[in-house]
């Protein structure tokens, strides 16, 4: 079954920077899109940042271009979001799933806890 493993989160003062890990299973993850998304608290799930399946295209969403990277790793099945000169409003669970503009599948992680905060 398709099983999404966030890592990384933790609490970061503003500035600071954070480097999040999910390893993916039960599908072929060289095959597709991958995505980072967030929800905040009282606030709906949005899509983070987004990369093809050979990592040629990534896309932003507004508010993290600039500072924040999304990468892969197709032979450890791992996609990857580094986050710089973070902010309080970055403060959400982070979650990772397939697709490129909308998640691939209904399942989702555990998702990884990221708290910006002085």
């Known amino acids: 079954q398709v099983q999404f493993v966030e890592s990384g989160g933790g609490l970061v003062q503003p500035g600071g920077s954070l480097s999040l890990s999910c390893a993916a299973s039960?599908?072929?993850?060289?095959?597709?899109?991958m995505s980072w998304w967030r929800q905040a608290p009282g606030k709906e799930r949005e899509l983070v940042a987004a990369?093809?399946?050979?990592?040629?295209?990534?896309k932003y969403t507004d508010s993290v271009k600039g500072r924040f990277t999304i990468s892969r790793d197709n032979r450890k099945n791992t996609v990857f979001l580094q986050m710089n000169s973070l902010k309080p409003e970055d403060t959400a669970v982070y979650y990772c799933?397939?697709?490129?503009?909308?998640?691939?599948?209904?399942?989702w992680g555990q998702g990884t806890q990221v708290t910006v905060s002085s």
């Open positions: 039960g599908f072929t993850f060289g095959n597709y899109a």
């Open positions: 990369i093809t399946s050979v990592g040629g295209i990534t």
């Open positions: 799933n397939a697709g490129f503009r909308r998640p691939e599948y209904d399942y």
